[in-house]
């Protein structure tokens, strides 16, 4: 595409119901209606981008941000106190001070209409996730839209955010909304002309597609392959260990060959678990598929040499036990050469 053509496409694509939606709750809160919205999606989906466009929008003073990181030992509070000193410089230390911050940031928060954002609170310490559940089941009281944004993947059942989520799904005034995948036609409009290759290799997530783009066409960009690894490296041994097997069977592997595979390379079968609900793997009728296929080359790529040339051999053996399809011969072709 032109650079003059690409120029004038608007920065978000296909967000106009949830821009929509997020004007009325904005609209309500001003009128005293406050609610917080809870902003699922995968990394790189455009969560960011979405609450950023909005907090544009805000007159200077009306929109405050804190972010949470994904820190070894995270700072009890520090979103809740970031966005505190945007609103009045004493507030943090109270807000340290206090035995219970919910109340005096309630009160502070009570004063004027406000967008507040959280962001990736998927990394929040438990002490926000604390603040939070109380703020989220007294919204309406106020006039803010609270929205917090979090990576689907990295709230596994269980986890401490998981449990936020399940006890404010019924409270008045919170809601959630996800973001998904870009559709082909906005994958085009990005990449200009044919891109349904581009489209089929990332899922249509807007972080991948640019990267991509970017990257000239580069098989795996470097920077879609730092991030991968990085989710990557969070998950168990264990399941690192399948993800890698699953990258070798292949971007689509019946589960029954994929389990066999993972005998052969003494991983356990619940280990497959995990990537599962960290969003790497989905399960479809019995086969097991890479929800982006430029996930599954990063994997592959990152995994040892040695090791991947023993996956592909314990795969050998694995397909030589089964009767093969028309596609038998290619299968057997492509882990022969490893
Ligand atoms: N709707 C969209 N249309 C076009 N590009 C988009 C859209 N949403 C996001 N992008 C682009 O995709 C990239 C990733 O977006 P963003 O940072 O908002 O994702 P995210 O969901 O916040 O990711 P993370 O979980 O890593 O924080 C950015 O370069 C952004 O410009
Ligand atoms: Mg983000």
Request: charged share 25%; net charge negative.
């Amino acid at each position: 595409m032109a650079p003059e053509t690409r120029m004038t496409l608007p920065s978000l694509l296909e967000r106009e119901r949830q821009l929509g939606e997020l004007a009325d709750a904005m609209a309500a809160a001003e009128a005293g209606d406050g609610s917080l919205v809870l902003i699922g999606g995968e990394a790189g989906i455009g969560k960011s981008s979405l609450v950023a466009h909005l907090a544009r929008a805000r007159p200077a003073g009306r929109a405050l941000l804190g972010v949470c990181d994904p820190l070894g030992t995270p700072q009890a509070l520090a979103p809740f106190l970031e966005l505190a000193g945007q609103l009045d410089p004493d507030l943090p230390p109270r807000l340290r001070a206090a035995v219970a911050p919910g109340p005096p940031l309630l009160e502070a928060l009570a004063a004027s209409p406000r967008l507040v954002t959280l962001e990736d609170v998927h990394w929040a310490d438990q002490a926000t996730l604390d603040v939070l559940r109380y703020l989220g089941r007294r919204v309406t009281r106020l006039p803010i839209l609270l929205l917090a944004t979090f990576r689907e993947d990295e709230a596994p059942p269980g986890c401490p955010l998981s449990v936020l989520l399940g006890d404010l799904a019924t409270a008045p005034g919170v809601h959630r909304m996800d973001v998904g995948p870009l559709s082909l036609a906005a994958t085009r409009l990005l990449a200009g002309g044919d891109a349904e290759l581009l489209h089929r290799r990332t899922g249509g997530n807007p972080f991948f597609i640019r990267e991509v783009m970017a990257s000239g066409g580069t098989d795996v960009p470097a920077t879609v392959r730092d991030a991968v690894m990085a989710r990557a490296s969070r998950l168990s041994a264990d399941a690192r260990s399948a993800l890698e097997a699953a990258a070798v069977a292949g971007s689509r592997t019946p589960e029954t060959r994929l389990l066999r595979l993972l005998a052969r390379a003494g991983t356990p079968r619940w280990a497959l678990e995990e990537p599962m609900w960290s969003g790497f793997l989905a399960r479809d009728a019995g086969v097991v598929r890479f929800r982006h296929d430029l996930v599954r080359s990063a994997i592959d790529g990152a995994t040892a040499p040695d090791r991947r040339q023993r996956l592909h051999a314990a795969m050998l053996t694995v397909l030589g036990e089964e009767a093969l399809g028309p596609d038998g011969d290619a299968l057997l072709a492509h882990h022969a050469e490893g």
